[in-house]
């Protein structure tokens, strides 16, 4: 066969698996609606059952956007009573908005509390968005390949372009993070993520200074938006500033010039991106300076990382060599550091959440290690996470990094995407939740290994090439099986159990007395509902009513967030009492499921070690809860099979106004025999708390 039908064949296999790769990635997202899907919609004609906790909370944003006419950055739904500053900046939730506004039919008459829009059909519309995000950041991920690649002779790279598309869209968490329902900001993290690296890319391979410019601008747009749907970004944004810098202090001449204002370009257009929408943060106001939380500092240090490429110009004005001119700009940058305001302290903050210092993170499932979980030994752990390819990434990156080192090759592009691999790896052992972005520099370094394979002018470099991409794309099938080979019957539990959830909480929209209006997120609001903070946004969106603890837990009030926990692990009628009052906690929801976390929120009321360890008792059957634990709020209120109307036992200031028929054990899974276990969904009353609607107050919140 002649080297041009080998050509043609290698394009053709290319162009096939490209397809390929998208249909999956396509069809391994949708796989898990039928799992959310009514056959007979919910009296308010819901159908597709949003159980996501941060996807609920984005539809509430969006709700109120349409209602109000701009997303909200103050809401009263969290932090009862006080209310918090929304930790999340709203671009997000504005795009989502846009695109309900430009795919919906408006009926002003039907849904006036929210301008026009029925909230099923926005549930549907937005629950069937994430898949097709996430076949866009498979296509990106393709994309990334070939900006990451040079043209070189014989070397072909659109087979190992898809081969990276195809990895992408089989990585478990990536897939998880993308599935339908799942409206959340992290698939569209995945997108930007490999756009980014697609840019940047060719922005510092290209020889020539307008495509270096032109691009570096592009990525910079990319990089500020990358800022507005994730503040952890900030770590890609500061990886691709250190390999401009590099480039442009290793390059001289015209093609150094270029380099230069490239950079200068790229941190220019992030901090113009990210400019407006931080001037209107209230965050300005509680947290000056932060990298966390989206403020004024932010665009501040993007404005510092232009002034180490502006020394570098300076001195190759002033004609100095690239020694004197560097050691200048790493001064400058160090200045900048030193002396922007809150900089320092927003770092150390930053590290702090990376590192789980703060006591709410160590308490989120999907801010735990990678490794090291309780249920599942660490290999079961990481390929349920990253899938076969989680386990060759650390062969493939060193392989990769021993090469470049080899060949003794310093192409910026390469080492950006190698630092990049390795960063998110080490972020992704100490918190599973970066596991999504790790998935787009994790399937380029397994494709860009195949390029350099089918590359290599030897023919075994080829069959080696051919093999690893046949191993990679074998090596997504069990993960594509478990997504795809989920029984009917394990579909149709989950929809009963979401049914009868979501159920119970919309039933407190017309079965308890309004606090206030729920699309008027500066309004007071005359109760708040107590539960686990893991149901607070199910509480705020389904429910509409203002949650004390919620998902965003300490981040938006360390008073209701820990107290609701101290409420919950209350074993006295008195103490409970007190405590609801404090709280201003007219109900109380909870679930036979969250007595498992029990021992968390005894950590978070204050319990030290040896009060925490007396919630437990071992026997020849194991570990059980103590006499102890069955005392607290907690486990009263959710293990029982009592009717409605019926007093808590311990507590008779709280009666049963709603529960669910279904049962469950405490960890949710089907009880056996012998196994304490309670209602799905338990809804109390606080017996001394007003029967009559009650007015709210109107009043914008305090500044």
Same mark, same amino acid.
């Not at 308010?44 to 906790?53: C, I, N, Q, R």
């Not at 043209?151 to 339908?180: D, E, K, M, N």
């Given at each position: ?73 103050? =809401? ?183 380099? +230069? ?111 090291? &979980? ?149 309004? +007071? ?68 499921? =969250? ?12 319990? =030290? ?70 209602? &799905? ?23």
């Amino acid at each position: 066969m002649t080297d041009a039908a080998k050509k043609r064949w290698m394009a053709v296999l290319g162009w096939a698996l490209l397809a390929a790769s998208l249909a999956v990635a396509l069809a391994a997202r949708r796989a898990t609606a039928p799992g959310h899907l009514l056959d007979a919609p919910l009296a308010d004609g819901t159908t597709f059952l949003v159980d996501d906790p941060d996807g609920a909370y984005h539809l509430r944003r969006v709700q109120l956007a349409l209602a109000n006419g701009e997303v909200p950055l103050f =809401d009263r739904f969290l932090n009862h009573p006080e209310g918090s500053a929304v930790p999340w900046p709203s671009l997000f939730a504005g795009a989502l908005t846009v695109a309900v506004q430009a795919a919906l039919p408006k009926d002003p008459a039907a849904h006036r509390s929210t301008s026009g829009y029925s909230e099923a059909d926005i549930e549907r519309f937005l629950a069937g968005l994430p898949p097709w995000i996430g076949v866009g950041a498979a296509a990106a991920v393709a994309l990334a390949l070939l900006g990451l690649t040079r043209r070189t002779r014989g070397a072909p790279r659109l087979l190992p372009a898809a081969v990276s598309a195809w990895c992408f869209a089989a990585v478990p968490i990536a897939v998880w993070y993308g599935s339908a329902g799942r409206i959340d900001h992290h698939v569209a993290v995945q997108l930007c993520f490999a756009v980014e690296l697609a840019l940047v890319g060719v922005c510092l391979r290209t020889d020539e200074s307008l495509d270096a410019l032109a691009f570096a601008l592009l990525g910079g747009v990319v990089a500020g938006v990358l800022l507005l749907l994730w503040l952890a970004s900030a770590l890609v944004v500061g990886l691709v500033g250190v390999a401009l810098f590099a480039a442009a202090a290793a390059a001289s001449g015209e093609l150094g010039a270029a380099r +230069r204002r490239a950079g200068l370009l790229f941190f220019a257009a992030a901090a113009a991106v990210v400019l407006v929408p931080a001037e209107a943060s209230p965050w300005n106001e509680v947290q000056p300076g932060s990298l966390v939380n989206l403020s004024l500092g932010v665009p501040r240090a993007l404005v510092g990382a232009c002034l180490p490429f502006v020394a570098l110009e300076v001195a190759a004005r002033l004609g100095w060599r690239r020694a004197p001119g560097t050691l200048l700009a790493l001064v400058v940058a160090a200045g900048a550091v030193v002396l922007l305001p809150g900089f320092l302290g927003g770092v150390r903050e930053g590290l702090a959440w990376v590192a789980r210092e703060n006591e709410f993170m160590d308490v989120v499932a999907e801010s735990r290690p990678l490794l090291g &979980r309780a249920a599942a030994p660490n290999f079961a752990a990481a390929v349920s996470d990253l899938g076969l390819l989680g386990l060759a990434f650390p062969l493939l990156w060193l392989g990769l990094a021993a090469s470049e080192l080899w060949r003794r090759r310093w192409w910026p592009e390469r080492w950006l995407l190698l630092a990049t691999a390795a960063l998110w790896f080490v972020q992704t052992l100490g918190q599973r939740r970066f596991g999504d972005a790790l998935a787009v520099p994790m399937c380029l370094v397994a494709a860009l290994a195949v390029h350099d394979l089918v590359s290599a002018r030897m023919r075994w470099g080829r069959w080696l090439g051919a093999a690893l991409a046949a191993l990679l794309v074998l090596a997504s099938l069990p993960s594509l099986r478990a997504v795809w080979t989920v029984p009917e019957a394990e579909q149709q539990a989950l929809v009963r159990w979401r049914a009868e959830l979501i159920e119970g909480l919309r039933w407190m929209r017309t079965g308890t007395p309004s606090p206030g209006p729920w699309n008027a997120p500066s309004a +007071r609001q005359d109760y708040g509902v107590l539960a686990p903070w893991g149901l607070g946004h199910w509480i705020e969106y389904h429910a509409r009513r203002p949650s004390i603890a919620t998902n965003f837990g300490s981040f938006v009030g360390e008073r209701g967030f820990r107290g609701a926990a101290a409420a919950l692990v209350a074993d006295d009628a008195a103490d409970l009492e007190r405590r609801l009052v404090e709280l201003d906690a007219d109900y109380v929801v909870v679930r036979a499921r =969250d007595v498992s976390d029990l021992a968390s929120h005894a950590r978070l009321a204050g319990w =030290d070690g040896a009060a925490r360890a007396e919630l437990f008792e071992h026997s020849q059957r194991g570990k059980a809860f103590s006499a102890r634990a069955q005392a607290t709020a907690l486990w009263r209120l959710g293990v029982h099979d009592l009717p409605v109307g019926s007093r808590a036992p311990g507590f008779p200031g709280l009666e049963l106004v709603h529960r669910s028929d279904g049962i469950e054990g405490l960890g949710g899974a089907p009880p056996g025999p012998g196994v304490p276990r309670g209602p &799905r969904l338990s809804i109390w009353r606080r017996s001394s708390s007003g029967e009559t609607e009650r007015v709210p107050s109107l009043a914008p919140p305090p500044r």
